[in-house]
């Protein structure tokens, strides 16, 4: 009998019947891939007789902070090339910063002040970000300001029924930007015609059942990228395929804030609201590593941001509480903590990215500063 | 309206409870579809893990990535390595020497307002 032959009373059975079905194959996936998890990174790495990274305590400093935003900095994007940064804070504004001399080249003032995202194109001439008002504004930063001394939102990505919660520039490709939202979905855009060419997920098509918070692109194939949501669930995607993701990450057990690609481009790091990071095999789909930090007194934290050391040997992540954990990727424990060393923020790291030659890591933070680290100690290259 | 929905169907009323039924008939029916489109995907899932790697073979990969690249926020790190990676330390803003006097006094890390 068809569904909609069928008595309501019929269809609820039925879709007790599919639910039931669903679940009792989610189990045989996870007991079948149990067996297939015959270790992860730390107890592999360790077998291997390799040992943690160890920083002496002037090793990785702040070396600048960048201060002139009047409210909590929720993002920051730097340039593919070069020093520059873009960041965008609860005070309405993106502010351009020349990261190494610590100047500013623009202050933007946003249409819309609940700015969530920020991002720059990858031939530096242009920043874009999102919000509460659903809306993607792209900014040109080669046009003249107007007649308020503002510079004009050259684009305006329209679509989403949700709010925009991350953006990211295709690499390589200024006139394509992914978007994440509130309204379950991603989206791909052509910025020249300012048009979504893809939808993700969505009331029609296979997808993420909650709000979506992050998305990463990978650096080696740009035609991957991953979303992570308060469904707790991570999604890879390729863009050539908009009807269902290629596969769907579980393992956390709260909202997924961040996701990161893993350098190499075959794994990618999660952060959440369980207080853990997770390492995801994007080829087997294998969760390698969970990075939890075991805790005193003091209740568990939210994990709000993530970036990989260029290597991939390091893991930074932001807290709710403050913390700004270092973790060494491959033996799965923290080797410093940010958040507790001089000059640190005196709130916590919302968002965190590494300078493209991997040689500086930028932390924003709701104390409204954002502050560069560097390494100054002593290197021993081999 | 009345009318209509009178000739359409005679055994229920026409009545605003019925047009909520349809819809939530509806809305059932659409999960059904998308848990019946989620019960291929988990079996192609299962079916394609018979045939990968386990976690092992991904950690190897993953440990000789990681150690052949040039990082420079690692104490020990395969080379080359980059003078630029050292510019966040040179020039008038920032110094080694000044900086390890600040970390000495504790002062803040410098910052210029342009």
Known sequence: MANKEMSVAELREKHMAAAETVNSLRERLRQKRLILLDTDVAGYARAQGRSAVTFGPTDLVCCRTLQGHTGKVYSLDWTPERNRIVSASQDGRLIIWNALTSQKTHAIKLPCAWVMTCAFSPNGHSVASGGLDSVCSIFNLNSPADKDGNLPVSRMLSGHKGYVSCCQYVPEEDTHLITSSGDQTCVLWDITTGLRASVFGGEFQSGHTADVLSVSISGMNSRMFVSGSCDTTARLWDTRVASRAVHTFHGHEGDVNAVKFFPDGNRFGTGSNDGTCRLFDIRTGHQLQVYQQQHGENEASQVTSIAFSISGRLLFAGYSNGDCYVWDTLLARVVLNLGSVQNSHENRVSCLGLSADGSALCTGSWDTNLKIWAFGGHRTVI | ?114
């Open chain 2, 1 to 114: 309206m009345q009318a209509n929905s009178m000739n359409r169907n005679q055994s229920q009323p026409a009545t605003a409870t019925s047009n909520a039924d349809r819809r939530g008939k509806h809305r059932i029916a659409a999960e059904v579809k998308r848990l019946e489109q989620e019960i291929k995907y988990l079996e192609e899932e299962l079916e394609q893990l018979e045939k990968i790697e386990n976690a092992s073979a991904a950690c190897k990969e993953l440990l000789s990535n990681v150690e052949t690249k040039p990082d420079p926020l690692l104490p020990v790190t395969n080379g080359p390595a980059n003078p630029s990676w050292d510019r966040w330390f040179e020039g008038p803003q920032e110094s080694k020497e000044q900086k390890n006097l600040q970390e000495r006094d504790g002062a803040d890390g410098m910052s210029h307002e342009s």
